[in-house]
């Protein structure tokens, strides 16, 4: 903080908003971002491997595997976005405690559970009672990571499902007729091919994604939803140097600014990647590069 910031009463204008825009509360909103930004980084390439996973089970020649994977995308993508973000929390952190119940306490002779409360030994809980705070912090981004990578994972399955039956069937017949097995088909063949096909929908999954990151507030992660609400609510002198009003429409103008720019940046990236897939693919955007080139 800013050296003239000792005494508040005393304070220009813009000396007081520099400030308080510089408070130890507000650099939990900055560092919020971030958490953003990490989730999404994360969180993305997990859900592509769930969802490649979940896709090419879905297509398999062995039946339970076949009927694991189309089950897969056919139960989530048929539930609330919002039911899976509040029962996968839970239920991944009962099953996580559970586990290690199994495994620290296999002389527990009572039942974990007792009426409603799912009841473990100490040292089984995630995390431990008198662990530090951020590794609390970091169990529930985990949790919420793997919660968002098991959701959107699905949505992205039933893209890659899709791109997979858009690849002309005559390309794998003619690879398997120069000899390819299936394995060297289906790695060499189908899968680079896919991507022209799958793009579009994945385009439309990563901005869906970016809109979801506020359901971290839901799962009790501090993100830039909970500071922007905990920031802009009014404030008295009572409990801050810096009292003022209720200003949380202008923080949430602020996150409507962030993610239509974050939108807009992710469209422009997006839409080079298309354009670069696509070129010399026998699509229709293949073909109007080549129109707009001759």
């Known amino acids: 903080m800013f050296s003239f910031c000792t005494d508040p009463d005393t304070l ?8 308080y825009l510089t408070t ?3 650099m939990g909103l900055y560092w919020s971002f971030g958490t953003v930004l990490l989730l999404l980084a994360i969180t993305a390439p997990t859900a592509l491997a769930f969802g490649f996973g979940g896709a090419s089970a879905a297509r398999s020649r062995i039946a339970p595997l076949r009927l694991f994977g189309k089950g897969y995308i056919a139960i989530v993508r048929g539930v609330p ?9 839970l239920a991944l952190d009962i099953f996580f405690e559970w586990i290690r119940h ?7 002779t009572d039942s974990i559970w007792q009426g409603n409360d799912f009841v473990v030994c100490d040292v089984a809980k995630l995390p431990m009672n008198n662990a530090p705070q951020w590794i609390h912090e970091t169990y529930g981004f985990f949790l919420a990571v793997l919660t968002f990578a098991i959701v959107f994972g699905a949505f992205a399955a039933n893209v890659l499902y899709g791109a997979m039956r858009a690849v002309p069937h005559n390309q794998l017949e003619t690879a398997e007729a120069y000899g390819m097995s299936r394995r060297q088909v289906y790695w060499r063949i189908l899968v680079p091919q896919m991507w022209v096909f799958a793009l579009p929908g994945l385009s439309n999954l990563w901005l869906v994604l970016i809109k979801a990151t506020p359901l971290l507030f839901l799962l009790g992660v501090e993100d830039i939803v909970y500071w ?30 962030f993610y239509l720019a974050f939108t807009r940046v992710s469209e422009i ?10 070129h010399g693919q026998a699509t229709m955007a293949g073909e109007a590069q080549r129109k707009a080139a001759a």
């Open 12 to 19: 220009g204008t813009f000396q007081w908003f520099a400030c």
């Open 269 to 278: 990236v997006l839409d080079k990647v298309m354009r670069k897939l696509t």
């Open 24 to 26: 130890g509360k507000h």
């Open 81 to 89: 976005d919002i039911a899976f973000f509040l029962f996968f929390v």
């Open 102 to 108: 199994e495994i620290k306490c296999p002389d527990w």
């Open 228 to 257: 922007a609400r905990e920031l802009g609510g009014s404030k008295t002198p009572r409990f801050t140097d810096y009292p003022h009003g209720d200003w949380r429409v202008w923080y949430f103008l602020g996150l409507l600014i």
